[in-house]
């Protein structure tokens, strides 16, 4: 145990940044904490990071911030999933919905009802009963309901977004509630001789910040839990293979898609992100297999419409710190980790991060156990994500390339072998509530790769032929009445646009 916790300081003001100001500010500084946050214009954050998923709303709600004065300032648009092109086969297309299959039959999850159709012989698409891939791919969009009757219950969304505007949407929230903000460089990172612990950041403009705990949201450079407190970086790119990206905003053009698009490419696979004012895109690639140019002609060439800026090259090594606490540090954001994003999981990990620490924050003084703890929950949140990526790759029948021969036939961990297995036998998941993947992205993900199980739990037999044909039928109908009668999501963000 150490002295009590009065001061935080942040380094860095990127997305990790200023989302831990806004947090603490909203929970920390009323009761009596002081944050400062130290910031380099001349540096600059890495600037990318526009998809996200559903958890970020319970990150707004918990701030108080309003939907449609955030959609209006950070140029957002509404996103129900992740629509998959060409990863099982060239040709084929899924979509990873948010929200829910199928209404509750019978105590067991809906798939094994779809799955005993199908052995039956029916070619309903399992998308056919999700209510947010029936709005996506008609291009509509409405918020969920509250009457559970409703199939828009089962609505469940998450944002597009500028990063730029977002951050600084955020750095207006903290420093509006008492964040202080600090222009500058930092050079060194002061230490008690004693016990190791960060006491100061020392700045080129001669000043000098002291702190009681020091979070680190210095990006990739990890200035205080890497450079100055050494700890190691466990390298997962023997999974993951992909460590370079390209990124460039071109034009609008036509509707935006209420959905990110990941289409797999050559050695890695591209993103097309929907703003209000442009559209995102990237190929993430893997250096191993593709040169910097050669990805860049590739992106080049599958754009739908002209550029609007620069591209922008970025290098990074998948995977994680071995803790992201360390002493009076923690690590949150790019400094902590990351993993490609695939599957926008990067602001929800850094929510997770930020959530984590106000629920073991050490007012009184630094306790080993929760340090543990801590690190515990936050290198499992990053294990999870990472079998959940490498599902992607390795579920794949691709053998056209050498890139996708290697992540098709790679090792992966056992985790993921044994998911995968109990899944092809009878159709079985089990999720915990904490999962950040519901049932739903698993089984999304599994079938969409083309991972068809041989049979189902024998309790979805419970109802006869005929009226689970009739039932089928029934929910398909629902769904797609539900979509049609929807605003086009184009029209819903015009609408709150004006509104906010
Ligand atoms: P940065 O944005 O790099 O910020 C670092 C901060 O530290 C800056 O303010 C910088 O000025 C400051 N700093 C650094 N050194 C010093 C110094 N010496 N002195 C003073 N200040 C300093 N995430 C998603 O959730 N969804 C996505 O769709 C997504 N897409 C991505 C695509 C790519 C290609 C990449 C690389 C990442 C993507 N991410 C995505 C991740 C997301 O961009 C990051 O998680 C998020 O931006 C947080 O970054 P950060 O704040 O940790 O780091």
Redesign the pocket.
């Known amino acids: 145990m150490t002295g009590t916790i009065s001061k935080v300081v942040i380094?860095?003001?990127?997305?990790?940044?200023w989302m831990t100001a806004a947090a603490l500010s909203r929970f920390l500084v009323p009761s009596g904490v002081t944050v400062e946050l130290?910031?380099?214009e001349q540096?600059?954050?890495?600037g990318?990071?526009?998809?996200?998923i559903p958890g970020i709303i319970d990150f707004n709600r918990m701030l108080g911030i309003d939907e449609a004065d955030f959609i209006a300032a950070t140029k957002g648009t509404f996103k129900l999933g992740i629509e998959f092109v060409d990863w099982d086969r060239v040709g084929n297309r899924y979509l990873h919905p948010f929200g829910e299959y199928g209404f509750d039959l019978e105590g067991v999850p809906f798939h094994h009802y779809w799955l005993r159709d199908r052995l039956r012989g029916s070619d309903h698409p399992l998308s056919a009963y999700s209510m947010c891939c029936q709005a996506a791919m008609s291009g509509k969009f409405m918020r969920p309901v509250s009457d559970p009757q409703s199939p828009v219950a089962q609505m469940r969304h998450a944002y597009h977004f500028d990063?730029g505007l977002y951050a600084r949407y955020l750095r207006n929230y903290a420093e509006q509630r008492g964040v202080t903000r600090v222009e500058?460089?930092?050079k060194a990172v002061d230490q008690s001789t004693e016990t190791g612990s960060l006491t100061a950041l020392e700045l080129e403009n001669g000043s000098r910040i002291e702190g009681d705990i020091f979070v680190d949201?210095?990006?990739?450079?990890a200035?205080l839990i890497g450079e100055t407190l050494g700890v190691d970086y466990d390298d997962w790119r023997r999974y993951l293979p992909c460590d370079r990206?390209i990124?460039v905003p071109c034009e609008k053009i036509g509707a935006a898609a209420p959905y990110t698009r990941a289409t797999a490419r050559e050695a890695g696979w591209q993103w097309r992100?929907p703003l209000q004012h442009r559209t995102g895109n990237?190929y993430?690639y893997s250096s191993s297999f593709l040169n910097d140019d050669e990805a860049e002609s590739a992106l080049l060439a599958n754009l739908d419409a002209p550029t609007t800026g620069p591209t922008n090259r970025?290098r990074?090594t998948p995977g994680r710190r071995r803790s992201v606490w360390k002493k009076n540090c923690v690590a949150i954001?790019?400094?902590a980790g990351?993993l490609e994003?695939l599957e926008?999981?990067?602001?929800?990990l850094?929510q997770e991060g930020v959530s984590k620490l106000l629920a073991l924050f050490p007012r009184g003084g630094i306790n080993q156990r929760e340090v543990t703890r801590y690190n515990s929950i936050i290198g499992n949140a990053y294990d999870y994500v990472r079998d959940f990526l490498i599902l992607h790759y390795n579920a794949t029948t691709r053998d056209d390339t050498p890139f996708w021969d290697y992540v098709r036939t790679m090792a992966v961990p056992d985790s993921l072998t044994e998911t995968v297995e109990l899944f092809a036998e009878n159709g079985r998941f089990f999720a915990h509530k904490s999962d950040l993947f519901s049932i739903t992205s698993w089984v999304a993900v599994m079938i969409g790769q083309g991972i068809l199980p041989r049979g189902y739990d024998p309790v979805a037999d419970s109802i006869p032929d005929q009226d689970l044909v009739a039932t089928l039928t029934n929910m398909r109908e629902i769904y797609a009445q539900a979509a049609s009668k929807m605003p086009p999501h184009q029209a819903f963000i015009d609408h709150l646009a004006k509104s906010a």
């Open positions: 380094a860095g003001g990127g997305t990790a940044g130290v910031e380099s540096i600059g954050t890495v990318v990071g526009e998809a996200t990063a500058g460089r930092i949201c210095t990006g990739f450079r200035l990206a990124a992100i990237g993430v970025l990074f954001g790019l400094s990351f994003p926008s999981t990067s602001i929800h850094i």
